[in-house]
């Protein structure tokens, strides 16, 4: 499978843009990108996903670099609700597996 | 409309014994996926059971098995466990037969199981 390399962590402000990050040079041109999120003592939740073009939906937006070797979840406006460890995830199209890594750590400061 | 849940909340076990944790997905799915989560580590693929047969497996030994009812309930079935069995073990479902590439995987809060 593909690997993803996340920074282990990051800080925000509330109410400031947050963009986090994936790196996913291995990618395959049949793996998707997948982002779910694990708010502290909760199962992890979805976020969003993407195979080529970017996406958008009410939780955030996801920015893929050209050559797909590269993500970025994007949250317009982050609350204290969004701390949370982001994990991003390559999904083959034939797989059902989500493969998590250590994910990001983010902590958003009032 | 309820989502996943996960019966026990939380379990103590001794090195030795044997362990069924249990798993009801969200309404309108027929897929459940297991996970183990060790403390400060992303979730592990366990196994993930479509139409009551085990579809796909992680990387775990065959003390780990499992069984999915005809309602699409799933149990979690671990046998001679061990102190490194101790983790939160999560249960996901999602739609009818897609897999994970174009679906939410809806989690459940898990069952933290320590083993002692």
């Known amino acids: 499978d593909a690997k993803t390399t996340q920074p282990n962590s990051m800080e925000s402000n509330e109410e400031e843009p947050v963009h986090l990050p994936c790196n996913h040079s291995t990618i395959s041109g049949t793996d998707y990108i997948h982002w779910y999120r694990q708010l502290p003592s909760q199962g992890p939740e979805y976020v969003i996903h993407?195979?080529?073009s970017n996406v958008n939906n009410r939780m955030a937006s996801l920015a893929i670099a050209e050559d797909r070797k590269s993500s970025t979840l994007i949250l317009h406006r982050a609350t204290l609700r969004d701390a949370a460890v982001y994990y991003c995830?390559?999904?083959?199209?034939?797989?059902?597996?989500?493969?998590f890594g250590k994910g990001t750590s983010l902590l958003v400061t009032p | 409309d309820a989502g996943v849940t996960q019966s026990p909340t939380h379990l103590i076990k001794t090195r030795g014994q044997q362990v069924t944790l249990r798993c009801s997905p969200k309404?309108?799915?027929?897929?459940v996926s297991w996970y183990q989560q060790a403390l400060g580590q992303g979730p592990q693929f366990i196994f993930q059971?479509?139409?009551?047969?085990?579809?796909q497996r992680g990387n775990f030994p065959d003390r780990f098995s499992g069984h999915q009812f005809p309602n699409y309930s799933s149990e979690l079935n671990v046998n001679a466990l061990l102190l490194g069995d101790s983790a939160l073990y999560l249960c996901?479902?999602?739609?009818?037969?897609?897999?994970?590439?174009?679906?939410?995987?809806?989690f459940g809060p898990g069952t933290r199981l320590t083993v002692t």
């Open positions: 993407g195979l080529t």
């Open positions: 995830i390559l999904i083959l199209y034939s797989g059902y597996a989500l493969n």
């Open positions: 059971y479509y139409e009551e047969e085990e579809r």
């Open positions: 996901a479902s999602s739609s009818p037969g897609q897999g994970a590439i174009g679906d939410e995987q809806y």
């Open positions: 309404s309108g799915h027929d897929t």
